[in-house]
Every structure is written in C-alpha cells, then in structure tokens.
C-alpha cells in the first residue's frame, strides 16, 4: 500500500464480526460498544444479565447485537460460543478475550480455591475462544483476536497472584498466537488497562489512601473511564493495525512510566 492509499476508512469496521466475552458489563461492555461504532455487529457470551442494556446500546449504533448465556469455563462452551457466533453473523472476524474475575486475599490465605477459577476464566478460557476463532480466522486467512491483559502483566501481584499470574500468562499467549498466526493474515495483540472506574474498583475509590496512591502515582492524574479504552479497541480490531502484532498496548494514563 503507498501512504497516498491510505485513509480513514483504514480504521472501519464495517461489516465486521466481532465475539466479546463478558461484553456487557464493566471494560467489555466498553470494547463492545466500540466494535459498534466501528462499524462491527457483536457476539457476547457470557453470564451477566444487563437486562438488554447493552444490546440497546449496540443497535443505537444500527448495528446487530446477539448473546449466548454461557459459562465459558464448561466443558465445549468455547466451541460453542464460537458456533453460535457464526450462526448468528455468519463468521468471526475479530474475537476480544475480556472476560475476567479477581479475587484478593492475603498470600497465606489464597490458595486453590481462589486460585484455579481465575486461571480457568482469566487464561484458559482466553486461550480456547483464541484457538477456536483461530481456526475459522485461518480458513478465511484474516482476523484480529485482542485479549485482554492487565498493569499486573508487568508487576507483581500484592494480593491476587493469581491475577497477576493469568495476566502474565495472557501476554505470552498473545506473543505466541502472534508468531504462530501472523503469516495467516491474523494479527494478535493485547490491551493493558490501568486503573479504571468500574464496579469492580468501587471498594478501592472508596478508600481514600488507595484512591489518593492510585491518582498521584498516574501522571493523567485521574482514574481511567472506560471509554479511553475504545479508540485502542478499534484500531486493535481494524485493517489500521494490520502490521501490529503480539504487541501489548498499555492505556492507564501513564502509571507504568512513574
């Protein structure tokens, strides 16, 4: 492509089909309301009921919205998310891996209880809805699959290592579907979200000294809203970013560098 071809239209997603796990509530509802406005119809499997919120959201944007009430850590649910996806839109075109749970306790107290359902949602799902639309992304030899890490891919994990552990863990699988699918006309690549207002981070506003650390260690100076995450989620998911590839994109308003 000569650099007079491109253009704005290098970053719609008109006609796109998107699946979003946990896609409506918190950040993913975010990533899939962004796919909309892109251009994108959405797929969301998951098991929060948002009571048609985000469908209406979706369909504000003339864009079609479907969901599939699944746990995705059962046996065959990737799979079948997968399916139904194409059922509904015909094919995947850009798979974002959001869903996500944390658990916090002391590291004398965290053990497998806490521990194996955060590895099950965090990664191992994250890899088996990757490795499904993977597989129909090669047959039709293109795709963006955007999975969703954490600040905890790059520190450690004070309270939650098994947070920081599957976050880790979501950065090493970017780089290796990365390597593995780039020559498939598939790019993969990874969102790292600060410190954001959600329901999840309502305990931590809360309390004063947190909030107070959190702002002055952000040189943004500010708690993130979730709708800075949605100019990253399209480029991510747009021909824009076609030689962008296992790379992990940092959007939390500047506190790694502080």
Not at 73 to 93: H, K, L, N, S
Request: with cysteine; charged share 20%.
């Amino acid at each position: 492509m000569h650099i007079s071809d491109f253009s704005l239209d290098h970053f719609s997603l008109h006609g796109k089909r998107a699946v979003v796990t946990g896609g409506n509530t918190g950040l993913g509802q975010a990533f899939t309301l962004a796919l909309a406005k892109g251009g994108a119809d959405v797929f969301v499997p998951g098991l929060f009921d948002d009571h048609g919120e985000t469908a209406a959201l979706v369909e504000a944007e003339g864009r079609r919205y479907a969901e599939l009430t699944v746990d995705i850590t059962a046996p065959g649910a990737p799979q079948a998310a997968i399916a139904a996806a194409c059922e509904a839109f015909g094919g995947v075109d850009i798979l974002v891996n959001s869903a996500g749970i944390s658990r916090i306790a002391d590291v004398s107290e965290f053990g497998r209880a806490d521990w194996d359902p955060m590895v099950a949602v965090n990664l191992t799902a994250a890899f088996e809805m990757a490795h499904e639309a993977g597989k129909r992304m090669i047959a039709q030899g293109s795709g963006k699959i955007i999975n969703i890490a954490s600040l905890f891919a790059f520190l450690g994990g004070l309270g939650s290592p098994a947070y920081a552990a599957t976050k880790h863990g979501i950065v090493g699988l970017t780089r290796a579907y990365a390597d593995e699918l780039g020559g498939h006309g598939i790019q993969v690549n990874a969102i790292a979200p600060g410190y954001f207002t959600t329901r999840i981070t309502e305990q931590s506003r809360a309390d004063a000294e947190v909030n107070r650390r959190i702002i002055e260690h952000t040189p943004a100076g500010r708690w993130g809203d979730v709708a800075d995450l949605m100019g990253a989620t399209v480029f991510l998911a747009s021909s824009a970013s076609d030689f962008v590839n296992g790379h992990t994109l940092t959007v939390d308003g500047g506190y790694l560098v502080r």
